[in-house]
């Protein structure tokens, strides 16, 4: 290890950061660093003083843009209160606040916040209260001791949410370690299958869905899914009435429901949480990623009093899990501002302004390209799907990494993007000017005409 008084300059950082740094879902051996020192809005400013502008909101979770002063604010002012206080038996009143908050926002009926660290750890509380549940309630329901997942999930990266995720160039091989879960099709409006189309998708899927909790239900302690968009798997979207058929199956199987709006909560599909655009609400809600407006680490698992109730009373019927830093007082003190920014700027106001106008420049200047399979958007959730024929949607060779170059040649018009492997993915900051759409959607057409 070298150490001297001299400050590096960013070739020596770039080393060091190869060496020390074990980078998430990156190749390491062809890791080429990108190293940013501050940011101001939705702007990123690397080591070198290049400006890129935040196309993917630091992996989906940036709300208001970096270094708002409102929520820098708020982080100081709590920094000079307490740092941090455990949620093992005790409170502080910025967390209270917070869960007072979630509840007023939240969709009808879910009023207790279990909060943890990420969002991973969010979804493994959601599997685990509602195992618990069925176990403790008035009449329990002991062999219900499995989960229904859709295929090509994405829930975290802990052991538990791998088990109900199904990407499989993430997931296959940790499979001899997963417990069992039962799978039913999810729905792609892009790439339906054969017989099925847009106008009966939402029927046929809600079908395949039926048959299998009409078979299974006495098992599963719950479904979980992604409302609306699944993220990782591709930002592939539900028709329409999906949602909403999921809810009133579930009830009518007795199925506890968790929605794991980890990436499409907090304003990002144009409503606060996906859940509101089919006005249903689940027993189980995990939140984390834009809850602090994506500023510090926090998730928020969020029950209705039927689950609570169940675990109130004798020692045994406590839930036995935690993490050191949940609830923590400064990610609260960052959400809270977050939740009061929304409300100071018309944030949901500029999701709608800058969706409409994503829209229309995604048709008229990329949807013709030769590349461009499918262009699918709900709120500033874009996906660009490319392939390798437009007519029979035959996927591109991945070996080729078509989507990877083209972000690589955006980031020469200042915008950074990662793309989920071909699929070109737009998720800025919901602060966006339409100035900045349009770079992005600018520097998109400049990469796909380097290829
Ligand atoms: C839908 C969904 N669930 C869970 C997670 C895991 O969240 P975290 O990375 O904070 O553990 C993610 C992360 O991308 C996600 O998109």
Known sequence: MTSDNS?????????????????????????????????DRCILKDVEGNELIDGVSSLWCNVHGHCHPKINAAISAQLNKVAHVTSLGM?????????????????????????????????????????????????????????????????GDTLGSVSVGGVARFHEMFEPLLFKVIRVENPNTYRLPAGVTKENATQYYLEQLETTLAAHHEQVAAMVLEPLVQGAAGLIMQPA???????????????????????VGFGRTGTMFACDHEGISPDILCLAKGITGGYLAMSATVATTEIWNAFLGESMKTFYHGHTYGGNPLAAAAALASLDVFEEENTLNNVAIQSQLLSELLADKLADHPLVGDIRQRGLIVAIELVAN??????LDPALATGTKVCLAARKKGVWLRPLRDTLVIMPPLSISGEQVTQIVNAIEYGLEQL
């Open 241 to 263: 009435g999906y949602l909403r058929g999921v809810r009133e199956l579930t009830r009518k199987y007795d199925v506890l429901l968790i929605a794991d709006e980890i990436a």
């Open 91 to 155: 409170s502080n009143p910025t967390s209270i606040e917070l869960a007072r908050r979630l509840a007023m926002i939240t969709p009808s009926g879910l009023e207790h916040t279990f909060f943890s660290g990420d969002g991973a750890s969010s979804v493994e509380v959601g599997l685990k209260m509602a195992f618990q549940y069925w176990h403790q309630r008035e009449n329990p329901k002991l062999q219900k001791n499995t989960y229904l997942a859709l295929g090509s999930a994405y829930h």
């Open 7 to 39: 400050t590096p300059d960013w070739e020596q950082y770039a080393s060091w950061d190869k060496h020390y740094v074990w980078h998430a879902f990156t190749q390491m051996r062809d890791y080429k660093p990108l190293i940013i020192e501050s940011a």
């Open 390 to 395: 437009k007519e029979n949607k035959m996927p």
